[in-house]
Nanobody
């Protein structure tokens, strides 16, 4: 079974940066899409970014375009989320996810079969 482990969360001031990491036990064509999602208290889980690990294509939610960057290190079975110019509204638990196959909507949480435990990101004003 695919196991995902996130790390890198923490507390920062607005305008600061954090880099999240997600290491997967399976980093092959069987899990071609990896994504980052977040959930704040009282809100629905929402997409942040996704990557097609085979071709390197990336996808971003409008709220983070220009500030966040998703990338990967294939040799390390790891996907990263570099978060710059953080805002208080970015405060949430961030989850790493992997899809079980090809998907039509990489930013839809419903298409992801495997999820990590999450890592807390807190941004103070």
């Amino acid at each position: 079974q695919v196991r995902l482990v996130e790390s890198g969360g923490g507390s920062v001031q607005a305008g600061g940066s954090l880099r999240l990491s997600c290491t997967s036990s399976e980093y092959t064509s069987t899990t071609p899409f990896m994504g980052w999602f977040r959930q704040a208290p009282g809100k629905e889980r929402e997409a942040v970014a996704a990557i097609y690990i085979i071709g390197g294509n990336t996808y971003y939610a409008n709220s983070v375009k220009g500030r966040f960057t998703i990338s990967q290190d294939i040799r390390k079975n790891t996907v990263y989320l570099q978060m710059n110019t953080l805002e208080p509204d970015d405060t949430a638990i961030y989850y790493c996810a992997a899809a079980a196959g090809a998907v039509r909507a990489p930013l839809s949480p419903d298409v992801y079969a495997y999820w990590g435990q999450g890592t807390q990101v807190t941004v103070s004003s």
